[in-house]
């Protein structure tokens, strides 16, 4: 489960560099931890700072950005679809996910771009997740929210030939469901979850709701109906096992949280932010 190190203590100077988060709930967040740690290893004068946005909010953080010279921030829980919207120009990866995880502030420009697709993406290869290829088996994406568009896009990207997301909102995941092309997605109910026809031809079940972010109970799952090599992979990262992991790993099932998938997208939303090759030739680095 995921476990970072404590960041160095920072020294704030005249000349400090502004990066941060906007979310609500965001004090769950590790970013500030993993950004600042990367900032004191490199010795740059950058600080990222988690701001708690409530959704009336939103639209002044934005345009606040600008106006406080703020690099970039990036956008989490509730806040994605709202901001996509807000934005005036978005990366082609963050129009089609409908949602955006980090805002870039180049020359007081905004634009929206999306990190999290390739985040999850390498973090399921990583983990060796089998979907596509030769195995016909399906992905089930639980939630139809920004991140979940993200888990769709990533479970194409590894060539699943059976994707279904489970709503609680079935307009919502229509919505999704609608925004891309092959393979069909199927919508389905949250009591899909206890289809044993479904869950038992699952290669992978990915957690994308906010629910154990203060937002209600896991919905019920047929675990004992999944095969034994079927992987279970929950956004959401916490110190312990959330209740989507906990009765996974008591079957003895892989499962994972969403801590590599926090690590890989982090590392591409460092890289947009602080643009990297010019930020290691002021250093004399190679960015390697
Ligand atoms: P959104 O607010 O956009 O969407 C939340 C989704 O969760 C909605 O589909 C909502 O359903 C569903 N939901 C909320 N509560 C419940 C519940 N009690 N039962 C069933 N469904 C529920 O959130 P995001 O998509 O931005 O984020 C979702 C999760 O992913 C969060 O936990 C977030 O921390 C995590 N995440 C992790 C990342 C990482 O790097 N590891 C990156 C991005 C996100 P409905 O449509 O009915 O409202």
Known sequence: ???????AALTLSGRTLITGIFGDPVEHSLSPTMHNAAYAALGVDRVYVPFHVLPEGLAYAIRA????GILGVNVTVPHKEHAAGLMPRLSAEAKLLGAVNCIVNRSSSLYGDNTDARGLELALRELKVAVGGRDTRGVIIIGAGGS???AVLASKRLGARRIVIANRTRGRALGLARRFAKPTIEVRALDA???RELLGGAALVINATSAGLGSGRFPQLDYRSTAADCVFYDLLYARAPSAFLKPALELGRTAADGALMLLNQGVLAFKLFNRLAALFKSLGRNAG
Do not use: F, H, K, N
Not at 1 to 7: H, V
Not at 65 to 68: G, H, K, M, R
């Open 193 to 195: 979850l206890l289809d």
């Open 65 to 68: 950005i600008p106006a406080l």
């Open 1 to 7: 489960m995921a476990r970072l190190p404590e960041a």
């Open 148 to 150: 979940a568009a993200a």
